[in-house]
Nanobody, 126 residues
Framework: QVQLVESGGGLVQAGGSLRLSCAVS????????MGWFRRAPGKEREFVAR????????TYRDSMKGRFNISRDNAENTVYLQMNSLKPEDTAVYYC???????????????????WGQGTQVTVSS
């Protein structure tokens, strides 16, 4: 069984930055492509970014391109989401997720992911 634990969320002013981490345990992180999703208050969970198992391919939601960067360190079994130029509309609970179809670069649906973390709250004040 795979466990995913997110950390790094918090309160930040608009224009600021945060770096989220997702620690993978139970199985090697390299077994999975990893994704980040978020759920804002009153909205559906939405795709943020994805990285294949080797890190060779990344995919972003259009509104995050140029502001967010997903990366991974398989030796540390950790996936990161660097978030810059944060906006109040980025306020949400952020989740990491693992997908056993580790080579596919574009998988944005929540149903494509097999394992989920509990989430970490990100709040951006104006």
């Amino acid at each position: 069984q795979v466990q995913l634990v997110e950390s790094g969320g918090g309160l930040v002013q608009a224009g600021g930055s945060l770096r989220l981490s997702c620690a993978v345990s139970g199985r090697p992180a390299s077994n999975y492509a990893m994704g980040w999703f978020r759920r804002a208050p009153g909205k559906e969970r939405e795709f943020v970014a994805r990285i294949t198992w080797s890190g060779a391919s990344t995919t972003y939601r259009d509104s995050m391109k140029g502001r967010f960067n997903i990366s991974r360190d398989n030796a540390e079994n950790t996936v990161y989401l660097q978030m810059n130029s944060l906006k109040p509309e980025d306020t949400a609970v952020y989740y990491c997720a693992a997908d056993t179809r580790r080579d596919l670069p574009i998988r944005t649906m929540t149903a494509a992911y097999d394992y989920w973390g509990q989430g970490t709250q990100v709040t951006v004040s104006s």
